[in-house]
């Protein structure tokens, strides 16, 4: 007998504003409970990760946003189920964050995300976007 673990296809929003990134922490009680994450959820059949994406940063935080970027994929054991988790760089666009999924929320620089505690899957997501915003910053130099 095969016993299978679940694969989860996840998508992340790194949402920047005005050079901060939205971090928001889980439920206490929630699976990877008290720990830090860029908020998103499942992709649903038949929705593209940037669909998925976008619906769920307004189901979970009641605001509208621009993906622009995809960043990185992370595939992590949780032990009981397999999460691919598709990170990518979003912007905010509207609306007042409202935490329907999470209990706290935070704005933070770049280099504040190391003060952090981050779900497991995260922590690729985050090194991708530090090499983005180095990439982005040798450009401007140019």
């Known amino acids: 007998m ?3 673990k679940p694969y989860v296809v996840v998508v992340a929003g790194v949402i920047e504003k005005q050079g901060y990134y939205l971090i928001a922490q889980r439920f206490d009680d929630a699976s990877q409970g008290g720990l830090w994450e860029f908020p998103g959820g499942k992709v649903e059949l038949g929705e593209t990760p940037i669909q998925a994406l976008e619906r769920e940063l307004s189901e979970e935080l009641s605001i509208t946003t621009t993906t622009e970027i995809w960043l990185a994929d992370s595939v ?6 397999v999460v691919e988790l598709k990170g990518y760089l979003s ?5 007042n964050i409202t935490l329907n999924s ?5 704005w933070v620089s770049l280099l504040q995300l190391a003060d952090y505690q981050f779900c497991a899957a995260d922590y690729p997501i985050i090194a991708a ?12 130099a140019k």
Do not use: C, N, P, R
């Open 2 to 4: 095969v016993i299978t």
């Open 76 to 81: 992590f054991d949780y032990g009981d189920k």
């Open 91 to 95: 912007h905010w666009q509207q609306g």
């Open 102 to 106: 999470h209990q706290k929320m935070t």
């Open 129 to 140: 976007l530090q090499q983005y915003v180095a990439s982005e910053d040798t450009d401007i």
